[in-house]
């Protein structure tokens, strides 16, 4: 019911010293005032509680890190205006305590939400694209 109004591309997903690095953009097919938040997010970690070595103990989609309070909706304070065909990109960081393990980045992924306000103002979100580290992504509407 809903199209996307802008295209997400995801043109790095990488490391630095004991950051995780996300740099992506938007271009939109129609003019309005989106935002954008980024989620780290990880497959196949191990409860090392676990009583078995089957895949009772593997856990995915694992919430390692989000940027900012607007997971779930638009936020004024960090929204943007685009013109139609305009592009707009922005960087993201992750600082944790110590490297992440090879273990976790290759099954870590970088998820890129964009909300919108819709047309009775309530928050939605337009688009949403994922890219595992290492991997860029070109623009993707869905």
Do not use: Q, W
């Not at 078995?52 to 960090?78: H, M």
């Not at 305009?86 to 393990?101: G, I, K, L, N, Q």
């Amino acid at each position: 019911n809903s199209p996307a109004n802008v295209g997400v591309r995801i043109s790095s997903v990488g490391l630095e010293g004991n950051s995780v690095k996300v740099s992506a953009s938007v271009k939109a097919s129609a003019a309005g005032t989106y935002d954008m938040v980024c989620v780290l997010v990880a497959d196949n970690l191990k409860y090392e509680g676990g009583y078995t070595d089957n895949d009772e103990n593997l856990y995915s989609n694992v919430v390692l890190a989000v940027s900012g309070d607007n997971f779930l909706t638009y936020r004024a304070a960090s929204a943007f205006d685009l013109a139609k065909d305009a592009e707009y990109e922005r960087d993201f960081e992750f600082a944790f305590e110590s490297v992440p393990s090879e273990s976790i980045l290759k099954n870590m992924r970088a998820v890129i939400l964009v909300h919108r306000k819709n047309a009775d103002g309530k928050s939605e979100v337009n688009n949403c694209a994922e890219c595992g580290y290492g991997e860029t992504l070109d623009y993707r509407y869905n």
